[in-house]
Structures are given as C-alpha cells and as structure tokens.
C-alpha cells in the first residue's frame, strides 16, 4: 500500500493506493472521501477545486454525515421523555444534522498498515449542546484491501449518554461517466418510504411499484422522466430503500461497483438540484443535473424505529465497496 499525505490551507488530505487499480483520497475535514479512482478513472462526481470541495455548504461531497442522516421535522426527537432540538436547516426542518453535522469538523488522523488491509482511521470527540443531543467520541474508519479493488467504511459512535445515531457517507457515484442515467441500478428490495411535502417520510413504508422497481436491474434513467417523480418535490429520486440482502450493484459500460452493508437500507439520490461547481476529471465541465449518485446506507430514519445506543452499547456500523471490470 502506498499512503501519500499533502496539505492543502491546513486541511490533510491523505491518497491510498492499493496498486492493483483503486486509490482513494481522504481528507481529515469531515473525515470525507475528496476522490476515488479505479483503474486511473475517477469514480466520482466531486469539486475540482479543493478550495471548493473543503467550503461548499450545500453537497455534503462525500462527507460522513452524522448524527443523524436525511431528514427529521422540526429537527426534534425524543429519547424517553427528554426532548431535543436540532436547528432546522431546510423548509423548517433538519437535513443532515444540521449545525451539528460532522462534514465541517477537523478530525485527528491515524494510519495503520497491515497485511491484507491499511487503516486510514478519523477520531474526534463532537461535543454538542444538551439541548441539540449528545456528545460522543467519534471514530471512522476506512480500511483499503492489498489484493482486492474494495475498501471499507466502518462507523463507531460511543455516546457520553443516551443518544440517536444513524450516519452515512454522502459519496456522489457516476463510474467516471458524465451521467448516470445509462449506468445500471439493481437492488433486491420490496418496500420504500413515502413522503409528505417537505420530503418527510411518512409513518408506513409503501410496496415497491414499477416506477422504483430496480430488483432486476435497470438504467437509473429509464423512468426518471416520469411526472410522478418530476411533479413532486424530489425532481429524481431521492428515497430510502429497504434492502433484502443489504446489497446495491452499479455497472457502468466496463465498471461495476458492489455495495454491501449492514444497514437496513439506503436513500439513493440522483443529484436532482446540481451547483455551480467545475467537477474534477470531467474536462472542466461544471456540475449537472444527474451527474451522480448517492448509496447513502444506514438505518430507517423514521424515529419511531431508532435504538438509543449508549456509553457501554455504542453504535457501529459497516459498507463495503468493492470494484470490479466487466
């Protein structure tokens, strides 16, 4: 494994290169994924600019996001009969924690190489107001396979107290082709959440009908250009999916990428509302509608459903992503 650290205006960015095909790029800010490429092709969709990359407020490019991914009313949740107040972010409510979100934050580095496999391993203690929720010691941890194309991502929050935890990472996948709507979506899954007007998800999750059917595999864009998605408030897709088998395969023309998690499912978005930024490995094109995709795995985010985790029972979790040619 070949570990090569740089710094860019103090911020750490670290590139991990198996050198059988796959290098990552990872940055302490945010303990995020700045780039992935496999076989010399990026993978991603992300900012040329890490000026851009490391200040942009409105992508989450490939961030862990954290405590508490997607969407919550209000920002309010509960733990037995305490009450907590996220700072509402969008439309009155919180997407991605909000304020407390970790994308912003500078976590302590640690490399730790070893035979089969090297550990790029983000620590940091997030302290929060007990009004918002709680503080915890937080560790990610991305672990780059020597003979395999794959790496890992596993999350470990230990909670001071009682706490909600449900973080995901927020990677824009499109298999270094400018659109995703000709890659391949397949994901064994029966049922999905619905959503009010404020893309809060409703109390049932709903059967899985022709229009978010991807169990056989099929292009993200076949179906995408239907009013009952271009109507409503998503413009695309941007729903979570309860995974039978915890598995989601992307295949491009010469690529296929596996996910593989121990999470319940997972929200697939499709970039429907692209910025303003020059993307990196796209010849300088700027950012377009449908120019990547989101696997972003972790639990039901309904809050009826959440665990509380606690100092002795702290929340863990792990997704795998592993590359393969065709």
């Given at each position: 494994?070949?570990?090569?650290?740089?710094?860019?205006?103090?911020?750490?960015?670290?590139?991990?290169?198996?050198?059988?095909?796959?290098?990552?790029?990872?940055?302490?800010?945010?303990?995020?994924?700045?780039?992935?490429?496999?076989?010399?092709?990026?993978?991603?969709?992300?900012?040329?600019?890490?000026?851009?990359?490391?200040?942009?407020?409105?992508?989450?490019?490939?961030?862990?996001?954290?405590?508490?991914?997607?969407?919550?009313?209000?920002?309010?949740?509960?733990?037995?009969?305490?009450?907590?107040?996220?700072?509402?972010?969008?439309?009155?409510?919180?997407?991605?924690?909000?304020?407390?979100?970790?994308?912003?934050?500078?976590?302590?580095?640690?490399?730790?190489?070893?035979?089969?496999?090297?550990?790029?391993?983000?620590?940091?203690?997030?302290?929060?107001?007990?009004?918002?929720?709680?503080?915890?010691?937080?560790?990610?941890?991305?672990?780059?396979?020597?003979?395999?194309?794959?790496?890992?991502i596993a999350y470990e929050m230990v909670p001071v107290r009682p706490?909600?935890?449900?973080?995901?990472?927020?990677?824009?996948?499109?298999?270094?082709?400018?659109?995703?709507?000709?890659?391949?979506?397949?994901?064994?899954?029966?049922?999905?959440?619905?959503?009010?007007?404020?893309?809060?998800?409703?109390?049932?999750?709903?059967?899985?009908?022709?229009?978010?059917?991807f169990n056989a595999g099929k292009s993200i864009g076949r179906d995408?250009d239907d009013q009952k998605l271009q109507d409503s408030i998503h413009?695309?897709?941007?729903?979570?999916?309860?995974?039978?088998?915890?598995?989601?395969?992307?295949?491009?023309?010469?690529?296929?990428?596996?996910?593989?998690?121990?999470?319940?499912?997972?929200?697939?978005?499709?970039?429907?509302?692209?910025?303003?930024?020059?993307?990196?490995?796209?010849?300088?094109?700027?950012?377009?509608?449908?120019?990547?995709?989101?696997?972003?795995?972790?639990?039901?985010?309904?809050?009826?459903?959440?665990?509380?985790?606690?100092?002795?029972?702290?929340?863990?979790?792990?997704?795998?992503?592993?590359?393969?040619?065709?």
């Amino acid at each position: 494994m070949i570990i090569r650290p740089n710094s860019y205006k103090g911020v750490n960015f670290i590139t991990a290169d198996n050198g059988r095909g796959l290098r990552l790029v990872l940055c302490d800010q945010g303990a995020s994924v700045y780039a992935v490429y496999f076989q010399e092709r990026i993978m991603v969709a992300t900012p040329f600019s890490k000026e851009a990359f490391l200040n942009d407020t409105t992508k989450y490019w490939g961030q862990t996001v954290g405590p508490l991914a997607l969407r919550y009313k209000k920002g309010r949740y509960k733990i037995g009969k305490e009450v907590f107040r996220m700072v509402p972010n969008e439309r009155g409510n919180t997407l991605h924690s909000s304020t407390l979100n970790y994308g912003k934050l500078m976590f302590d580095t640690k490399v730790e190489i070893g035979r089969e496999f090297t550990e790029i391993i983000f620590t940091r203690f997030v302290e929060v107001k007990p009004s918002e929720g709680t503080s915890a010691d937080v560790k990610v941890v991305y672990r780059v396979y020597e003979k395999e194309n794959r790496f890992e991502i596993a999350y470990e929050m230990v909670p001071v107290r009682p706490a909600l935890f449900n973080p995901t990472n927020h990677i824009y996948w499109n298999l270094g082709e400018p659109s995703v709507l000709d890659l391949r979506l397949q994901m064994p899954c029966d049922t999905r959440l619905a959503y009010d007007k404020d893309m809060i998800p409703k109390k049932k999750a709903i059967p899985i009908t022709p229009l978010f059917d991807f169990n056989a595999g099929k292009s993200i864009g076949r179906d995408i250009d239907d009013q009952k998605l271009q109507d409503s408030i998503h413009h695309g897709y941007d729903h979570y999916f309860f995974l039978k088998e915890g598995k989601v395969t992307l295949e491009g023309p010469t690529i296929r990428l596996t996910v593989q998690t121990d999470r319940e499912g997972a929200q697939i978005y499709t970039d429907n509302y692209p910025g303003p930024l020059r993307l990196l490995g796209m010849n300088g094109e700027h950012e377009h509608r449908y120019g990547g995709v989101t696997f972003e795995t972790c639990d039901d985010p309904r809050l009826v459903s959440h665990p509380v985790y606690l100092p002795d029972s702290p929340y863990t979790s792990l997704t795998s992503y592993l590359f393969e040619t065709r």
